[in-house]
Nanobody
């Protein structure tokens, strides 16, 4: 599976952005998909995940209620809708995938990664 993230950009605090991650390959519906982010000088952190089975979602506490992960299996694409953005959301955002994953918040549990897209939130 190859992942291609897009949709990043510069936005003012309180604004919104939608990230997309298009996947190549087959059996997209059997992959758990997730978003991670890495801010300058910080370690990569979990943002959200969408489990392939039961369609359950998981969020980091820092984004709960503001971000929404969703997927379109027909388009092989996962999205991250980000609302009420804050300057501390500034980071490079990465999409990740794991075949038959379980919505883990641990990066090592994901086998495939996109190249990242930069989100900058100005105050």
């Amino acid at each position: 599976v190859q992942l291609q993230a897009s949709g990043g950009g510069l936005v003012q605090a309180g604004g919104s952005l939608r990230l997309s991650c298009a996947a190549s390959g087959r059996s997209f519906s059997t992959y758990t998909l997730a978003w991670f982010r890495q801010a300058p000088g910080k370690e990569r952190e979990f943002v959200a995940a969408d489990s392939w089975s039961a369609s359950t979602t998981h969020y980091a506490d820092s984004v709960k209620g503001r971000f929404t992960i969703s997927r379109d299996n027909a388009k092989n694409t996962v999205y991250l809708q980000m609302n009420s953005l804050k300057p501390e959301d500034t980071a490079v955002y990465y999409c990740a995938a794991a075949r038959y994953g379980f919505g883990s918040a641990v990066g090592a549990d994901y086998d495939y990664w996109g190249q990242g897209t930069l989100v900058t939130v100005s105050s």
